[in-house]
């Protein structure tokens, strides 16, 4: 590993290169800032070699684009697509997304919006239940979406015109854009052709295992669900890979490469991330999902820890396998190509003891969370966004995904599962903060002009 060598002046800068490199997997000039592909390249190498040594990755570094090709052990819906807005990705816009990249790769040196919003029409007329019309709003405010997703990334620069002028009237309005050929190839090349796919099951890394590699592929995949998870429980650890995570080396060499301290509790161990750069998400956090979120965190803990009223039926392990069953069951069957398809293999038998009982969690109902919800609008609304003040429901739906990508809580039929990483945010204190009299415009406290203020415990 050459982070063991690297001079200790020095290992500060490789380690800010790796963060980079782990939480985008795609670097490009201006993305996610223009200074992180210089750094990448100035330590390409070491890097190229300890990714592919300690997880299994493939580095490939040009001069325009730095692209880490992962090796996905376990489905994760936590790292979605999001637009300007910060919304999740639909369905509609991951494909015009993919669609776009589609007539990009076969465009030129430029190409304006409603060119490429042609192109995808045409393309998307051979989806079944697609369409891009550019006589709906809707259709427009989607495509436009995927484009920006694009340009924040470095595959299109605007050169001229206005991509919102189009949104709003495309009869008026139109944009020009530079294509980056480079990054269009670099953000999207699967390793086999999906249509021959017949589950998804099949995009998992390492499927078949020999007996002498066994230890050290169980060691990759513990050094991978670290640096790609915000925490590693135990419980969903094989036996060979529950032996990997309690190898302190292993924990180590993690700690060594991205510069992060391990913090290690009997239920698992999470990357405690206090520069802000390692994850996309950072919490506890300014805005009002966040400032919720760990509201919310401070009343399931309370709730969870009234043993009392918490008898053991209202504790339940954690589900497995929803989300691959879910994707299974989305996969077109006429897009597959039945003559190179391949049939799921044959997993040989694990050589291992049984699993231990799984354990339980905390459960708690959907008509729980959303009484407590309303309840914590109602004394704190006045201090969110404009957004949620009148969206209980969405503001519910937002918050329980920010704690499901933080693995924080599992959503569950009916409900949610208290998941061991959120005690760590249970002592959140509270001020809401009021405009003196003396402030300028001070006569908005009439209309709610109050700011709310949330302090966990830890950095996530």
């Given at each position: 590993m050459h982070a063991r060598t690297i001079d200790p002046l020095a290992l500060d800068g490789y380690q800010r290169a790796a963060r980079v490199l782990l939480a985008n997997h795609l670097v490009t000039r201006v993305f996610p800032d223009r200074i992180a592909l210089a750094l990448i390249r100035r330590w390409a190498t070491e890097l190229r070699e300890d990714l592919a040594e300690l997880l299994g990755y493939r580095l490939e570094v040009t001069e325009t684009t730095a692209r880490v090709f992962p090796l996905p052990d376990r489905l994760d819906s936590g790292r979605p697509a999001r637009t300007p807005a910060d919304r999740v990705f639909d369905r509609r816009r991951y494909a015009y997304l993919s669609l776009a990249l589609a007539a990009l790769g076969r465009a030129g040196a430029q190409i304006t919006l409603s060119e490429l919003a042609a192109q995808v029409a045409v393309y998307a007329q051979r989806v079944d239940g697609l369409e891009l019309s550019t006589q709906r709003a809707a259709d427009r405010d989607a495509f436009v979406d995927a484009v920006a997703w694009l340009a924040v990334r470095g595959a299109l620069t605007l050169a001229d015109g206005d991509a919102g002028g189009w949104a709003t009237d495309p009869e008026a309005g139109e944009a020009l854009y530079d294509i980056d050929r480079p990054v269009v190839f670099a953000i999207f090349r699967p390793p086999r052709a999906l249509q021959h796919l017949r589950s998804v099951e099949a995009?998992?890394?390492?499927?078949?295992?020999?007996?002498?590699?066994?230890?050290a592929m169980s060691a990759r995949r513990?050094?991978?669900?670290?640096?790609?998870s915000p925490v590693v429980y135990t419980e969903s650890l094989s036996a060979a890979e529950r032996s990997a995570l309690a190898d302190d080396t292993i924990i180590a060499e993690v700690e060594l490469l991205t510069g992060l301290h391990a913090e290690?509790?009997?239920?698992g161990v999470a990357l405690i991330d206090t520069s802000g750069r390692f994850s996309d998400v950072r919490f506890p956090g300014t805005g009002t999902l966040s400032q919720v979120a760990l509201l919310l965190i401070g009343e399931i803990a309370d709730r969870a820890l009234d043993l009392d009223d918490l008898p053991e039926q209202r504790r339940r392990p954690a589900a497995s396998g929803a989300l691959a069953a879910g994707l299974d069951a989305a996969i077109p069957a006429e897009t597959v190509f039945a003559a190179l398809a391949a049939e799921p293999e044959e997993q040989p038998p694990a050589d291992e003891p049984d699993p231990p009982e799984p354990p339980t969690h905390p459960f708690l109902d959907d008509q729980w969370i959303a009484e407590t919800m309303r309840a914590l609008t109602e004394r704190y609304g006045s201090t969110f966004a404009g957004q949620w003040q009148s969206d209980v429901t969405g503001l519910t739906t937002e918050v329980l995904g920010l704690l499901t990508r933080l693995g924080l809580i599992a959503v569950t039929d009916g409900g949610i599962l208290a998941l061991p990483a959120l005690a760590r945010y249970r002592g959140a204190v509270v001020t809401v903060r009021r405009r003196a009299d003396t402030e300028l415009f001070a006569s908005a406290r009439s209309a709610g002009a109050e700011s709310i203020t949330t302090s966990g415990e830890g950095t996530h």
């Amino acid at each position: 590993m050459h982070a063991r060598t690297i001079d200790p002046l020095a290992l500060d800068g490789y380690q800010r290169a790796a963060r980079v490199l782990l939480a985008n997997h795609l670097v490009t000039r201006v993305f996610p800032d223009r200074i992180a592909l210089a750094l990448i390249r100035r330590w390409a190498t070491e890097l190229r070699e300890d990714l592919a040594e300690l997880l299994g990755y493939r580095l490939e570094v040009t001069e325009t684009t730095a692209r880490v090709f992962p090796l996905p052990d376990r489905l994760d819906s936590g790292r979605p697509a999001r637009t300007p807005a910060d919304r999740v990705f639909d369905r509609r816009r991951y494909a015009y997304l993919s669609l776009a990249l589609a007539a990009l790769g076969r465009a030129g040196a430029q190409i304006t919006l409603s060119e490429l919003a042609a192109q995808v029409a045409v393309y998307a007329q051979r989806v079944d239940g697609l369409e891009l019309s550019t006589q709906r709003a809707a259709d427009r405010d989607a495509f436009v979406d995927a484009v920006a997703w694009l340009a924040v990334r470095g595959a299109l620069t605007l050169a001229d015109g206005d991509a919102g002028g189009w949104a709003t009237d495309p009869e008026a309005g139109e944009a020009l854009y530079d294509i980056d050929r480079p990054v269009v190839f670099a953000i999207f090349r699967p390793p086999r052709a999906l249509q021959h796919l017949r589950s998804v099951e099949a995009l998992l890394a390492e499927r078949t295992d020999t007996t002498g590699a066994q230890p050290a592929m169980s060691a990759r995949r513990v050094r991978r669900s670290l640096v790609e998870s915000p925490v590693v429980y135990t419980e969903s650890l094989s036996a060979a890979e529950r032996s990997a995570l309690a190898d302190d080396t292993i924990i180590a060499e993690v700690e060594l490469l991205t510069g992060l301290h391990a913090e290690r509790r009997a239920e698992g161990v999470a990357l405690i991330d206090t520069s802000g750069r390692f994850s996309d998400v950072r919490f506890p956090g300014t805005g009002t999902l966040s400032q919720v979120a760990l509201l919310l965190i401070g009343e399931i803990a309370d709730r969870a820890l009234d043993l009392d009223d918490l008898p053991e039926q209202r504790r339940r392990p954690a589900a497995s396998g929803a989300l691959a069953a879910g994707l299974d069951a989305a996969i077109p069957a006429e897009t597959v190509f039945a003559a190179l398809a391949a049939e799921p293999e044959e997993q040989p038998p694990a050589d291992e003891p049984d699993p231990p009982e799984p354990p339980t969690h905390p459960f708690l109902d959907d008509q729980w969370i959303a009484e407590t919800m309303r309840a914590l609008t109602e004394r704190y609304g006045s201090t969110f966004a404009g957004q949620w003040q009148s969206d209980v429901t969405g503001l519910t739906t937002e918050v329980l995904g920010l704690l499901t990508r933080l693995g924080l809580i599992a959503v569950t039929d009916g409900g949610i599962l208290a998941l061991p990483a959120l005690a760590r945010y249970r002592g959140a204190v509270v001020t809401v903060r009021r405009r003196a009299d003396t402030e300028l415009f001070a006569s908005a406290r009439s209309a709610g002009a109050e700011s709310i203020t949330t302090s966990g415990e830890g950095t996530h």
